[in-house]
C-alpha cells in the first residue's frame, strides 16, 4: 500500500527527472528524509535524488548535513564511474566495428542522455548488442575478452578494469516459442534503424536503437525482469525518461500492435499505471490505458524487492544458478503470476529445459 512518505519519494523523484517543478507538500522532517533516502538507496535511485534535493523550491527544508555530505561524496564517485563506462562503451564498440561487426548500446548508458543529468543516473554494466555470426562472436568474446559465461542471448565479460560487459547476441527473449520468433524477427528489421547519439562529456558517439524499438523493447525488458531477477524502479524511471519525450498516435499504435504480437498489452498497461502514479507522465505521454488492477500489483513488487528484486524474500540467491532447485524454486515463484500472465508462465519451464539443453550443445564454440 502507498502511503503518504512514499508519495513524497515519488514527488521527489518527479522532481528529480525533471518531470515536474512542483512539490504538493512543504515541510520535510530529518524522520522522513531518513526514510525516505533509504528507500532511494533501495531503489538505486540516489542520483536522482541528489538532483531532486538541487532543485528543492525555496522554503522546504534539506537533508541533515551530514547525509547530505555522504550524498555529495556519493556524487562524486558516480560521475566519475559514469564517465568511465561511457569511454568503455565507445571504446568496446570500436573494438566489434574493427571486426567488421556492427555494435549498438542497449539501455543503460544510452538512455542515461535522456537524464536531465545523465551523470546521476546510477550506473550498471555495459549493453552492447553486436551484429554478428554466433559462432565467430563467441570465440572473440572468449579468447579475446576473456568471456566468463554465455547464454542463449549474451556473453558475460569482465573488463581489465572490472567494468562487465554483457555482449549481446540478441537483445531479449520471450519464454513462449512462437512469441520469441516473433520478437526476434522484430529485432533483425529494427537493427538496420539503430541511430547514432553522442555519450556526455564528449566521450564519442555510438549506435543505438531506434525510438520504435526501444518502445517494445524497453517494455519487454522490464517483463523480463518480472520473471527473472527482480524489478526495481531504476528501470522503470528509464523508460519514463523514454517515453516523456513524446510521440503521436501513430507511433503509440505501431508499438501497441508490436506487443500485441508479444502479448503484452496487459503488462503494458500495468507497466502505464506506473508511469502515471510514480512518474507522473501525462496521458499523452502513455502507450495504453492505465490497468490499475495490475498496475498495483506490479508497483507492490517494486517497492517490496527493490533494484533486481534483492530484497524480495522469495528469490533465494544463495541457491546455484543452473541447478535443479534453481530451476524448481523460480518457476515456482513465477507461478505466483499465472492469474495476470498465463502464456508466459506456462512456456517458462519449457524454455529453462531448452536453454539448459542449448548450452550444453554449444559449450564449445
Not at 6 to 23: E, V
Not at 73 to 97: C, H, P, Q, W, Y
Request: aromatic share 10%; hydrophobic share 40%.
Amino acid at each position: 500500500m502507498v502511503n503518504s512518505l512514499t508519495n513524497f519519494f515519488f514527488s521527489l523523484i518527479r522532481l528529480g527527472l525533471g518531470i515536474s517543478q512542483s512539490l504538493p507538500f512543504k515541510e520535510i522532517t530529518d524522520k522522513e528524509w531518513n526514510a525516505i533516502l533509504k528507500m532511494a538507496h533501495k531503489q538505486t535511485m540516489m542520483g536522482i535524488m541528489m538532483d531532486a534535493i538541487n532543485r528543492l523550491p525555496d522554503g522546504i527544508s534539506r537533508p541533515p548535513k551530514d547525509i547530505s555530505m555522504k550524498l555529495v561524496k556519493m556524487g562524486v564517485n558516480m560521475e566519475r564511474f559514469n564517465r568511465m563506462i561511457n569511454l568503455k562503451a565507445v571504446d568496446m564498440t570500436s573494438f566489434f566495428n574493427e571486426k567488421g561487426m556492427d555494435a549498438v548500446l542497449l539501455k543503460g548508458q544510452g538512455l542515461a542522455a535522456l537524464y536531465p543529468n545523465p551523470l546521476h543516473r546510477s550506473p550498471g554494466d555495459i549493453d552492447l548488442w553486436v551484429d554478428g555470426d554466433r559462432k565467430i562472436l563467441m570465440p572473440i568474446c572468449n579468447k579475446e575478452l576473456k568471456g566468463e559465461e554465455f547464454t542463449y542471448h549474451h556473453i558475460d565479460v569482465i573488463l581489465s578494469d572490472g567494468i562487465e560487459l554483457e555482449v549481446h547476441t540478441t537483445p531479449s527473449w520471450m519464454y513462449a516459442y512462437h512469441r520469441n520468433s516473433a520478437l526476434q524477427r522484430m529485432f533483425r528489421k529494427w537493427i538496420k534503424d539503430a541511430k547514432y547519439i553522442e555519450l556526455p562529456g564528449g566521450a564519442g558517439r555510438v549506435k543505438v536503437p531506434s525510438d520504435e524499438m526501444n518502445r517494445v523493447y524497453l517494455m519487454v525488458h522490464l517483463y523480463r525482469h518480472v520473471f527473472s531477477e527482480g524489478i526495481g524502479l531504476r528501470q522503470m524511471a528509464d523508460y519514463a525518461v523514454f517515453l516523456s519525450k513524446g510521440c503521436t498516435e501513430e507511433d503509440k499504435a505501431i508499438a501497441m500492435e508490436h506487443l500485441k504480437e508479444l502479448n503484452m498489452t496487459k503488462f503494458a498497461g500495468a507497466v502505464m499505471y506506473v508511469m502515471k502514479v510514480v512518474f507522473g507522465l501525462e496521458d499523452s505521454c502513455l502507450l495504453t490505458v492505465p490497468d490499475e488492477k495490475r498496475g498495483k500489483i506490479l508497483l507492490q513488487t517494486i517497492l517490496d524487492g527493490g533494484n533486481f528484486g534483492k530484497y524480495d524474500s522469495s528469490i533465494d540467491r544463495s541457491i546455484k544458478k543452473d541447478s535443479a532447485m534453481s530451476f524448481i524454486t523460480r518457476n515456482a515463484r513465477n507461478f505466483r503470476l499465472i492469474k495476470e500472465y498465463p502464456e508466459e508462465v506456462i512456456w517458462g519451464p519449457a524454455f529453462k529445459l531448452w536453454h539448459f539443453l542449448w548450452r550444453i550443445l554449444n559449450r564449445n564454440l
